[in-house]
């Protein structure tokens, strides 16, 4: 195992996300910590970072969310927490959209539409791509403006999308932005 830990944030934890981030951990031969999974965010970041350093290899797969608040509530404190942890090597985030309001969003590198395709635009909740740079508004993803995540994915909301992205049809839109996230990083050759 590397020194540290390599990590993929994911910025959305309810039942169905967790399932869908358990199921494209396995496929892709990624580990998954899926005590982080809840919504809000169950843990601590110090905790998530003691379970980071238990797995036995890396990319992992990490999840966050803050159950709709526009402040910093406990998924975007534990987001930020391992982000900056020393131990700890951010490869990218999937930055999900919600319906939440009046928060500045994040400026994803570039997004997955509900069709699958990797775009230069934005997505909404459901994965329809939108005009505009690809900025992704979410409860969860503020504070990704304030920690180093050298790319960023924006999608829908993981496993749903109007069924676009259902973890019966292999959750293909978040899938895909987390092989892009690997790509990116040059570690599709390991999968």
Known sequence: MPEKVRVILVTDGDRVAQRVIEEI???L???CISASAGNPTPISGEEIVH?????QYDPVLVMFDDRGRRDKGKG???MEYVAAHPDIEV???VAVASNTTHINGIKADACINNQGKLVDSAVNKYGETEAGEPLVCGDTVDVLNHVDVPVIIGVGDVGKMDKADDLSRGAPVTRRAIEEILKRNGIEQEL
């Not at 379970?51 to 797995?55: H, I, R, S």
């Open 91 to 93: 490869l990218g985030a």
């Open 51 to 55: 379970l980071l350093k238990e797995v």
């Open 76 to 78: 975007e404190q534990a």
């Open 29 to 31: 031969g990624l580990r």
């Open 25 to 27: 951990a396995g496929s």
